[in-house]
């Protein structure tokens, strides 16, 4: 059996870890993985947005098998790419990452199918924008509507900075065209919660619950980040707030892209607010977050090939998903800046 695994970060280390505890597996080729990598893939120097070269290798090399861990090709449609091959992968095709891709859908499918949610309006005139922040709530949050790294979305405290932000990402374009059309939501208070869940659009196992803490400052200040390190399990997740969960996200998330015709198979990633309404979503990854598989995937005591494969042939619920009563952290060394 031969593994491609496409990225090159701590979470791409994280699944292939995990992966070579398969006897089974014979190789894994990491595109383009990173020096840590190395020790346990070959990688290649193939970018993971590459669509046309990710595709030219697997004409030319032997690969039963692909994981497409990060965003942005999933989003361009990687894993439709590469089933057009005949390649089994784990991983949403484009139609169904949009739920990343775009947080206007995510908001819109939401709201749409009663899945709890902070209150929000969409622009894609700046003007409007401006107009609705006079009156809006402070806090506030903008968020650009497209992919952004995990960095585009402003916490604003004052009416000046939920302005700015809204300026910095439509007249700017600090986020590229992802500013194009833009998120103004409710700000909502409450511990943090994320949770990865595998599904294959008929069953979804949630994962052990994890806390990514993303401000870049001591005491929750800064900007947000891509993430300054996670815990597992999450303490504010109980077994009250999970079969919430259950009940009121994460299968009404399922079977509202299933009613949609974007059918998800793959990493479904919820990140949650505990209020004082309940668990509210703040926001979907249509993959395994980073930093936070990093701490999830260690604790799994299933085989994670076995899984993989099961949700690309939508038989998830025939295998065992189960992971280690224990604790994990991932510690974050950045850079100044």
Not at 9 to 30: T, W
Not at 72 to 85: F, I, K, Q, S, T
């Amino acid at each position: 059996m031969i593994v491609l695994v496409v990225g090159g970060g701590g979470r791409e280390h994280a699944i292939i870890k995990k992966l070579k505890e398969n006897e089974n597996i014979e190789a894994i080729y990491a595109l383009p993985g990173n020096g840590g990598i190395a020790a346990d893939a070959d990688c290649m120097n193939i970018g993971a947005t590459d669509i046309d070269g990710i595709v030219e290798f697997v004409k030319g090399h032997p690969v039963d098998f692909a994981v497409v861990a990060p965003d942005d090709p999933l989003a361009m449609g990687c894993v439709d790419r590469l089933e057009a091959l005949g390649i089994k992968c784990f991983g949403p095709v484009k139609d169904a990452a949009i739920i990343e891709a775009s947080k206007v859908f995510a908001k819109d499918l939401m709201r749409k199918y009663n899945i709890p949610t902070a209150q929000y309006e969409t622009f894609t005139e700046m003007d409007k924008a401006l107009a609705y922040l006079d009156e809006a709530p402070i806090p506030t949050v903008v968020k650009a509507d497209g992919l952004a790294l995990g960095k585009g979305v402003i916490i604003a405290e004052t009416r000046e900075d939920a302005k700015a932000a809204v300026r910095s990402m439509m007249e700017e374009k600090k986020f590229g065209d992802s500013g194009s059309r833009i998120v103004i939501e409710e700000f909502l208070t409450g511990p943090e919660v994320s949770v990865l869940s595998f599904t294959d659009g008929k069953t979804i196992v949630p994962m052990v619950s994890s806390q990514d803490h993303k401000r870049a400052l001591d005491g929750d200040q800064g900007l947000n980040t891509g993430g300054m390190g996670t815990v597992a399990p999450n303490p504010y997740y109980t077994p009250e707030v999970a079969e919430r969960c259950m009940k009121e996200i994460f299968l009404p998330t399922m079977e509202a892209m299933n009613a949609e015709g974007r059918t998800f198979k793959g990493c479904l990633y919820f990140g949650l607010m505990i209020t004082e309404d309940g668990p509210k979503v703040i926001e979907y990854n249509c993959r395994f977050g980073d930093p936070e598989t990093q701490v999830v995937l260690p604790l799994l005591e299933s085989d994670l090939y076995t899984i993989m494969e099961a949700v690309a042939d939508e038989r998830l619920g025939e295998v065992e998903v189960k992971f280690a009563d224990k604790y994990s952290c991932c510690v974050v060394m950045a850079s100044g800046g």
